[in-house]
């Protein structure tokens, strides 16, 4: 029995033995659980490019007609005939209206006739001058009758230049019995119709004539504005565009042609007068439109999509994607974003791959995966889709 405890002991003790030579003499490295690698974040990518960028500043302005000629009689009469339609385009000194003009002609008649009686009457004035001059020489006439003929003549010299100068002033009476445009333009709505009388003090006249073609447009900045406005205009004229509201159509393109004198204390703005040649008619009076004054053309000017442009706490900063496809934050200065492209002068380089889409996924430093063709046509139109919900 005891030899068999023995035996027992021995072969539990060499078992254990075994086990460990085993267990340690094995070449075995303990497992060690992998880190999981973050997956790579889906963006659309744009190149930053170099090109030729206009440098615009904006303001609303309200367009107005170059000349506005409310057409009034300056004299009163009977209008007898009417020589132009509602909204009729018009050139200077066109017809519009015609008052009676018989009592101005019946008046120009006497007053010829005055001044052909005192004509004849100064003629033989000085045929009597003559012969009274003649006789004078004679000796059998006395300088008293001279002189007092001479008065005469005189006096009916005078006459006679009265008399044409009555003549004259009724012709321009007459003259204003045909009411004619100023300007070339565009007429409004008749205020007076035949058979009415005019008078000179009538309030609305016949019509308004407007013209538009060329037209100003009256548009205002902020007066921070008015130092590089005034340094770019000595350089030379600047163009005014003129865009809808919406600013997806362009009316026109002028020229500014006025800084106004004065800044608006109320408001600390300046006004701006631009003058467009409106040959389409695009822009009519009263109409509400944006207005871009061109200051200059920077040349080969960085620019990227806008949208890859985000706003932080330490101010405007773009994503880079690396050689390594990771992305980092880079900070930018934006002159200005405009049709839907940013101007950066400082934080980026021609060349550099920009991401423009996808961007609230990225951090410093995170994998990405650029999209291209459908994909990316795709991640654009959902960020639209994303963009457009309030």
Do not use: C
Not at 149 to 164: C, E, N
Not at 282 to 295: I, M
Not at 356 to 369: F, M, P
Request: charged share 20%; no cysteine.
């Amino acid at each position: 029995m005891k030899r068999n405890l023995t035996v027992a002991l021995v072969t539990l003790v060499a078992v254990m033995v075994g086990a460990g030579f085993w267990f340690f003499g094995t070449d075995r490295t303990p497992g060690v659980a992998a880190a999981p690698v973050a997956a790579a974040v889906p963006v659309v990518a744009a190149t930053v490019t170099g090109k030729d960028v206009p440098i615009y500043l904006r303001g609303i302005g309200t367009v107005i007609a170059y000349n506005t000629d409310v057409v009034r009689s300056q004299i009163q009469g009977q209008i007898v005939k009417i020589a132009f339609t509602e909204g009729q385009t018009v050139k200077a000194g066109d017809l519009l209206a015609q008052i009676d003009p018989r009592p101005y002609e019946a008046q120009i008649e006497q007053l010829t006739a005055n001044r052909d009686r005192d004509q004849a009457q100064l003629t033989n004035a000085e045929a009597n001058l003559s012969r009274y001059n003649q006789l004078g020489d004679k000796g059998y006439a006395t300088p008293q009758l001279i002189e007092t003929q001479t008065a005469q003549v005189a006096q009916l010299k005078a006459a006679v230049k009265a008399d044409q100068a009555q003549i004259d002033e009724a012709n321009v009476q007459l003259s204003y019995t045909r009411l004619s445009s100023a300007v070339p333009g565009i007429t409004g709505v008749r205020q007076i119709d035949v058979g009415n009388v005019i008078h000179p003090t009538d309030a609305n006249g016949l019509v308004v004539v407007t013209q538009i073609e060329p037209i100003s447009l009256l548009f205002t900045l902020p007066q921070a504005d008015l130092p590089i406005i005034q340094e770019h205009a000595a350089k030379g004229s600047l163009k005014v565009v003129a865009y809808s509201q919406d600013n997806k159509t362009k009316l026109d393109e002028g020229t500014l042609l006025l800084v106004n004198n004065e800044i608006a204390g109320t408001t600390g703005t300046v006004q701006l007068k631009a003058v467009f040649p409106n040959h389409e008619h695009r822009l009519w009076p009263g109409q509400l439109v944006n207005a871009r004054l061109l200051l200059e053309i920077q040349k080969d000017a960085l620019t990227v999509a806008g949208s890859a442009v985000q706003q932080g706490p330490n101010g405007t900063y773009v994503y880079v994607v690396t050689d390594g496809q990771t992305a980092a934050l880079r900070p930018v200065h934006v002159v200005q974003i405009r049709d839907g492209q940013a101007l950066i002068d400082q934080g980026l380089k021609s060349g550099d791959v920009v991401v423009i889409d996808g961007q609230y996924r990225l951090a410093e430093g995170s994998r990405v995966r650029e999209l291209h063709g459908n994909a990316a046509r795709e991640a654009d139109l959902q960020s639209a889709v994303q963009d457009a919900i309030p």
